[in-house]
């Protein structure tokens, strides 16, 4: 389970989810360029589907992949209020993930895995642990521009939430101003004395 880094240095980790359409994944990837940060883009296998530029992109310019299942099915059903995934239910979610990204890209989510909607319990850790995914990656930080915040709200709410070790989630999505917010958060956040790292720093390969 990763959730928060280390915590005695001043630095945070940036991810982003990608499972609804390419929004501003172009902008986010320009801005993360511009600023040389080295972000995890937590996505799914439909997704990776329907944009294979901006996943070669995102690969081609050093970022690490998260396993977020092939299309957002809850794994313990809590979120949706449905029944639970069986075992080969969520292998089969992960391995059609797997296989697209390293047929499309010639990369792997290997060992990171994201739960769609956070849902997770024990046999979810234990399944995706059995698949080669050791790390279970939550978040410190969540932006809220999923749930439509403005920019002004996420760069604001970004900040205030700030603490060393900090993984902080955001979406591609254009239902989300979190593109848009990205580089107020970045400068906010080194003026205030963080670095940025890989989630791999937090979580090695």
């Given at each position: ?30 801005t993360l360029s511009a600023n040389g940060i080295v972000a995890g883009f937590g996505m799914t296998g439909r997704w990776a589907e329907q944009y294979p530029q901006l996943l070669g992109r995102i690969v081609d310019e050093g970022h690490e992949l998260i396993n977020h299942t092939y299309d957002h099915r809850s794994f313990t059903g809590y979120s949706t209020d449905s029944e639970p ?121």
């Amino acid at each position: 389970m990763v959730r928060r880094g280390d915590a005695s240095r001043m630095v945070v980790a940036l991810t982003f989810d990608a499972g609804a359409d390419a929004g501003y994944t172009s902008q986010i990837l320009d801005t993360l360029s511009a600023n040389g940060i080295v972000a995890g883009f937590g996505m799914t296998g439909r997704w990776a589907e329907q944009y294979p530029q901006l996943l070669g992109r995102i690969v081609d310019e050093g970022h690490e992949l998260i396993n977020h299942t092939y299309d957002h099915r809850s794994f313990t059903g809590y979120s949706t209020d449905s029944e639970p995934l069986s075992q080969a239910g969520r292998w089969a979610q992960l391995d059609r993930t797997e296989a697209i990204v390293q047929q499309l890209a010639g990369a792997t989510t290997l060992p990171y895995f994201r739960p769609p909607y956070g849902d997770y319990d024990a046999s979810v850790n234990a399944d995706v642990g059995a698949r080669g995914y050791r790390y279970n990656v939550m978040w410190t930080v969540d932006s809220l521009g999923w749930n439509g915040l403005s920019a002004d709200e996420i760069v604001a709410r970004c900040l205030s939430l700030a603490e060393p070790g900090a993984v902080y989630i955001f979406h591609v999505g254009s239902q989300s101003q979190d593109g848009p917010a990205l580089q107020r958060v970045i400068d906010g956040l080194r003026a205030a004395g963080y670095t940025f790292v890989p989630l791999s720093a937090f979580a090695p390969r």
